[in-house]
């Protein structure tokens, strides 16, 4: 069973940027596709950005898209999201999630996703 602990979140001025780790435990973590998600006050929580096993699929939100860029190391156990040109709008709680049974791609839906970590806060001020 893998565990995630994410890392990386924090206060940062529009326009800035900030990196999020997500480190899994366990020796499965190449079996599993990879997402971030968000949840804002009063909000449900969204996809932000998925990856498949190997690292060479993503796919993004549409709000997100050019600005974040998922990736991963399964050597280092490790998945990032590089978040540029942030907006007050990203401000949410952060979540990286396992999905186990996606063999080719990723999923943006929630559901499929079983493993997930604590989350962390990003704060974007204007």
């Known amino acids: 069973q893998v565990q995630l602990v994410e890392s990386g979140g924090g206060l940062v001025q529009a326009g800035g940027s900030l990196r999020l780790s997500c480190a899994a435990s366990?020796?499965?973590?190449?079996?599993?596709?990879m997402g971030w998600f968000r949840q804002a006050p009063g909000k449900e929580r969204d996809f932000v950005a998925g990856i498949s096993r190997g690292g060479g699929r993503t796919n993004y939100a549409a709000s997100v898209k050019g600005r974040f860029t998922i990736s991963r190391d399964n050597a280092k156990n490790t998945v990032w999201l590089q978040m540029n040109s942030l907006k007050p709008e990203d401000t949410a709680i952060y979540y990286c999630?396992?999905?186990?049974?996606?063999?080719?791609?990723?999923?943006?839906?929630?559901?499929?996703?079983?493993?997930w970590g604590q989350g962390t806060q990003v704060t974007v001020s204007s």
């Open positions: 999630a396992a999905d186990p049974d996606a063999p080719y791609g990723t999923s943006s839906n929630a559901r499929a996703y079983e493993l």
């Open positions: 366990g020796r499965t973590f190449s079996s599993y596709a």
